[in-house]
């Protein structure tokens, strides 16, 4: 039976789709058991619908409007996904930030996150848009992308996958963030399978 990754997303899914195209044609050796959203209107769970995945959508607003706290949303996120067994946990634009009633559901089950910055540098939100305009400020040259295991500290993991993006005189935002997504789509998939070897490599050593 193909390992089960679980995905979360926010927004279009592009990155999705990059992992559930490597899973059709064999290139990622595994199964995308469920897809969950933090917004209803993610553009992700119909790209996940027409591949013939489950999704699931658990927004924080209610919680929020109901005073509840935001540890008990974490909780039930993981509830969600510790449901459908995953090997892997993919963070794939999800745009929350987990703490530690969410991390601490999963003390075995590794969780990576894709960011569109080389480590350390332009942690966050809209990461493009702030490498840019230190680029036109004459603070770097390049950026770059990664995937990183995931902890508490916002973009702050161990860096798995690390690759330089050029930034060109010519360059427009819109350009750089082109480019930027073709190194995404490669990297997501190249790190989902980089972390589900080094489990079955894992599951093997136990078993000798």
């Known amino acids: 039976m193909a390992p089960r990754i679980v995905v979360l997303i926010s927004g279009t899914g592009s990155n999705l789709q990059a992992l559930i195209d490597a899973v059709q044609n064999g290139t990622l050796q595994a199964e995308i058991s469920l897809v969950v959203s933090n917004r209803s209107n993610a553009y992700g769970l119909e790209r996940a619908k027409m591949a013939g995945i489950p999704t699931k959508v658990l927004a924080l607003k209610p919680y ?44 075995s089950t590794p969780l990576i996150n894709l960011h569109p910055a080389l480590p350390k540098q332009f942690d966050g939100a809209k990461a493009i848009e702030r490498a840019f305009e230190a680029y036109k400020e004459g603070k770097i040259q390049h950026t770059g992308v990664m995937v990183h295991r995931v902890i508490q500290e916002v973009d702050g993991g161990e860096p798995l996958l690390v690759q330089e993006v050029e930034i060109r005189k010519e360059d427009d935002l819109a350009a750089l963030q082109e480019r930027i997504h073709a190194v995404e789509h490669v990297l997501i998939v190249r790190g989902a399978a980089m972390i589900l070897e080094e489990e079955a490599n894992k599951h093997k050593a136990v078993s000798i």
């Open 64 to 107: 929020t409007s109901a005073g509840k706290p935001r540890t008990e949303y974490d909780a039930d996120l993981a509830q969600i996904i510790r449901e459908a067994q995953p090997v892997l946990v993919v963070l794939a634009g999800f745009m929350h930030i987990l703490s530690s009633a969410f991390l601490d559901e999963f003390p």
